[in-house]
């Protein structure tokens, strides 16, 4: 697949081919959908290279899902149904389709027959299936509420041991590799041994697979890694990919109120945990006929206005074993000394509902360029996902577009690769870090729960000024973490003008009146 010796590391394409860095089909991203797309690939025969910036498996939100993972329960019509109730009915008929009638298949094969994941059961041996907000029946596999790392770690395991397969950790794509609108590879900032390529290193695909996940690092308070800094967005939408519904960004009500937020499920209130107010009153019967169980968007903001109105807002989980069954959770409360049954909470950026758009295989509007999980458009969540949907988004597209971007007509092509410059690597003290914490300002002010027209225009403004500054020294520089900001100001930017373009209060966009303060009358 490569050759390690001999790899050229000046950022063009190497003039012996032998040199040249290659795969049949290129993942980037080591979350479910990137793995399940390794994995897709190469059962098809492909020689497979799986880039990730992680050291695995931190830095993919699929290590840190909890509740666990939808399958039909027997009944695929009705989780069609809360699919798309739960999107406001904006989803996709036709893509939950594909998502639901392949759901079982997908999580027998890979999750239960490939990877023997022990899901957890009940004392008849049955699978102990459970709920979650909006679900309207028990059909959740899960392993206690880590579900996520229950999954990943065996896959990856799986993975590293596939003879088709190369991973490469702490490898990070920083663009597309582009001729005449086909998309070619990617350059990356290490070389196969892993050492440090100031200029870039090419990697020449036959196919690309963007799986780089979410867009947590653009908002303060996030449930996701940090490495969810955006990246396969904004290199596909810089490449001139298709995006969609991007203003649909999912805010979870129950995110631990405090430094370093932790997402408590919401299979705890499905479970028989409840909100209660400042005043110790339950309120989600005031707000929707499916009460502490109505879709996330609309708990989100019940949690919100209950907080303003009373101060705090807890999960009471007295009516469980939280010890007993959630200790991953409980242990987590313990380590930021909360004692008691009543976790203060508030909502917290967890899922990007739109991304690069897909057709049913994963294809972009790109040639050769796929995109899968998080960081793809498929319509199965509209304007609001249902939860438990996304690992199972990721495992099923993820198959899909893995085995369709095995091609007889897409060889790896060594095309002239962009020229990234590191002639000033030196920035400006805390460069990153400090406009970082403007860009999240901005998104938590003006594009976060609730927005206002006006408001979004004024995020465009600051977030559209702080892109130019940052353009500015990514000319001269190839810092990991410069590129990072670059995507994620080229996500917010789509964010904001996504949330200008929509008129319609719906889901996860949510407007409301002018708060802005207007000029003083002379
Ligand atoms: C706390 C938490 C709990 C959740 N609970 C559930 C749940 O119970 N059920 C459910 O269905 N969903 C849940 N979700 C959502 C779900 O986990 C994610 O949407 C899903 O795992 C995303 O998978 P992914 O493979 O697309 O991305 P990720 O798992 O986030 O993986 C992305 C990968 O891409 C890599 N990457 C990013 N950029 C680059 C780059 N430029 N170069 C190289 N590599 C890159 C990252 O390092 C990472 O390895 C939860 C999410 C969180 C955060």
């Known amino acids: 697949m490569t050759d390690t010796e001999d790899t050229a590391t000046d950022g063009t394409a190497a003039a012996d081919p032998s040199d040249v860095d290659t795969a049949d089909v290129l993942v980037i991203g080591s979350g479910i959908a990137g793995c399940a797309a390794a994995l897709g690939a190469a059962r098809k025969g492909a020689e497979v290279c799986l880039l990730t910036k992680a050291e695995r498996p931190d830095g993919a939100s699929t290590d840190w899902a909890q509740g666990g993972i939808s399958t039909t329960g027997g009944n695929p019509e009705s989780l069609k149904q809360d699919m798309l109730d739960a999107s406001d009915g904006t989803a996709d008929p036709d893509a939950i389709d594909v998502l639901v009638d392949h759901a079982d298949e997908a999580v027998e094969d890979v999750l239960l027959d490939t990877l023997d994941i022990e899901f957890d059961v009940t ?212 380590d930021r000394g909360i004692e008691g049954d009543e976790i203060p909470v508030a909502p917290c950026e967890h899922f990007c509902c739109g991304g690069i758009d897909v057709d049913d295989r994963g294809r972009t509007s790109l040639d050769r360029l796929y995109a899968v999980g998080e960081c793809a458009r498929t319509g199965v969540h509209g304007a ?43 920035l400006p003290d805390r460069f990153a870090a400090e406009k970082s914490v403007r860009l999240k300002r901005t998104m938590d002010e003006y594009l976060g729960l609730e927005r206002d027209p006006e408001e979004i225009a004024r995020a465009s403004g600051v977030l559209r000024r702080l892109k130019g ?33 929509n008129p319609e209060s719906i889901g996860c966009h949510y407007l409301v009146e002018s708060t802005l303060e207007q000029p003083a009358d002379d």
């Open 123 to 334: 004392a008849d041996g049955e699978f102990d299936y459970t709920r979650e907000a909006a679900h309207s029946d028990y059909r959740i596999l899960h392993v206690d509420a880590a579900t996520g790392t229950h999954i990943l770690r065996p896959f990856l395991h799986h993975i590293d041991n596939h003879d088709r397969t190369e991973v490469r950790q702490d490898t990070a794509a920083l663009e597309l590799l582009t001729h005449e609108g086909r998309v070619h590879g990617v350059v990356s900032d290490r070389d196969p041994r892993g050492a440090t390529v100031p200029n870039g290193h090419p990697i020449f695909a036959g196919t690309t697979i963007l799986a780089t996940g979410g867009i947590g690092a653009l908002y303060t308070r996030s449930t996701n890694p940090d490495d969810a800094t955006g990246d396969g967005i904004a290199l596909a939408a810089l490449a001139g990919a298709d995006v969609e519904d991007l203003e649909y960004v999912q805010f979870h009500p129950t995110a631990y109120d405090g430094d370093d937020p932790f997402l408590l499920s919401e299979a705890l209130r499905g479970e028989g945990a409840v909100l209660r107010n400042g005043d110790g009153d339950r309120f989600m019967d005031d707000y929707h006929p499916q009460g502490d169980l109505a879709p996330r968007d609309v708990v989100a903001r019940a949690v919100d206005t209950e907080r303003e109105a009373t101060g705090e807002v807890v999960l009471d989980v007295s009516p469980l074993d939280f010890e007993g069954e959630y200790p991953a959770i409980a242990e987590k409360c313990r």
């Open 384 to 426: 609001n996902r249902l939860a438990s949907t996304s690992l199972l988004e990721g495992l099923v597209w993820g198959l899909r577009a893995g085995e369709d971007a095995v091609r007889v007509d897409a060889d790896p092509e060594p095309v002239q690769a962009p020229d990234l410059r590191n002639s000033d690597p030196a």
């Open 469 to 501: 500054e940052v353009d500015a020294y990514i000319r001269t520089r190839t810092a990991r973490d410069l590129y990072e900001l670059r995507n994620a100001s080229v996500v917010a930017l789509l964010i904001a003008r996504a949330a200008s373009e």
